[in-house]
């Protein structure tokens, strides 16, 4: 299972960033891919989340409106944009994979699911947002 995150940087507050997560092809099209982030000190916690095969998407509220995340079946990429960034966005953001917990999963708790329920991980992008 191969998932590489990519788009990480520091940004000044308010900009934008787009991240990338390139999945294998089987993964891409049968599991559900979510984005989770972990600043210092802090538990990972989840993000946004698709699956592909219907084009689902669950967002926490949180970050929505500012962030959206997106897929393109012709690259097996998933993308997290992130708009009117803040500091307080300033994490590593992983990208992850798991066969059933995906938006459903995310809309009947009302959240994303913990990273713990989540099998495959990618190494992980850092944003930095500074002030």
Request: charged share 20%; hydrophobic share 35%.
């Amino acid at each position: 299972v191969q998932l590489v995150e990519s788009g990480g940087a520091l940004v000044q507050a308010g900009g934008s960033l787009r991240l990338s997560c390139v999945a294998s092809r089987f993964i891409f099209d049968n599991y559900a891919i979510g984005w989770f982030r972990q600043a210092p000190g802090k538990e990972r916690e989840g993000v946004s989340c698709i699956r592909n095969s219907d084009g689902s998407t669950y967002t926490i509220d949180s970050v929505k409106g500012r962030f959206t995340i997106s897929s393109d079946s012709a690259k097996n990429t998933v993308y997290l944009q992130m708009n009117s960034l803040k500091p307080e966005d300033t994490a590593v953001y992983y990208c992850a994979a798991d066969k059933d917990r995906g938006p459903a999963t995310a809309q009947a708790l009302g959240t994303m699911p913990p990273a713990t329920w989540y099998d495959y991980w990618g190494q992980g992008t850092q944003v930095t947002v500074s002030s």
